[in-house]
């Protein structure tokens, strides 16, 4: 970890992992115990960031160049409501083009792959908040983003969309 705070927030959560879930557990164990939650935590925590850098970047491309200000890349998207558009006519229609590859590769994904997708990475839930919105595990919700991921990087990449 390159950030001294997200490194103590890792270790904040594999201790409370170990307090909720092994707290009946004999002493001798807990040393053990924890550092497996400690690596499985940093291993969960790698595998968000990936993931996240995976759509950041796909989401970056539309973000206008040289600019100053920080700007959400789903802020700009073009749609019906937001009439925000690339200065160059040929960026904007190119940009249309890659939001409907996207919002059709999305609509083809199972709904509870489409539902997870959306809820952890458009609306920035946590992995908690996405499966108490779904009624679901946390570990359902991983595996239904890690598929949804995996599948929307196959469709993409199929059809000419760079995620990297």
Not at 5 to 19: C, E, F, G, P
């Amino acid at each position: 970890m390159h950030d001294s705070h997200t490194a103590l927030d890792v270790v904040q959560d594999a201790m409370i992992k170990l307090t909720d879930k092994y707290s009946a557990k004999p002493a001798e164990e807990l040393p053990l115990l924890f550092h497996r939650i400690l690596q499985n935590t940093i291993r969960d925590h790698c595998r968000r960031q990936k993931v996240r850098s995976n759509w950041t970047t796909l989401f970056s491309s539309f973000q206008p160049k040289n600019t100053e200000d920080e700007l959400d890349p789903l802020d700009i998207l073009e749609d019906g409501d937001n009439q925000s558009a690339p200065a160059i006519p040929d960026a904007a229609f190119e940009q249309k083009q890659t939001i409907a590859l996207i919002e059709k590769a999305l609509s083809n994904l199972p709904a509870r792959q489409r539902e997870a997708f959306l809820l952890r990475y458009w609306e920035g839930l946590d992995t908690a908040e996405t499966a108490n919105a779904m009624g679901c595990t946390e570990g359902s919700v991983k595996t239904h983003c890690s598929r949804a991921n995996h599948a929307l990087a196959a469709v993409l990449g199929a059809i000419g969309v760079e995620l990297s």
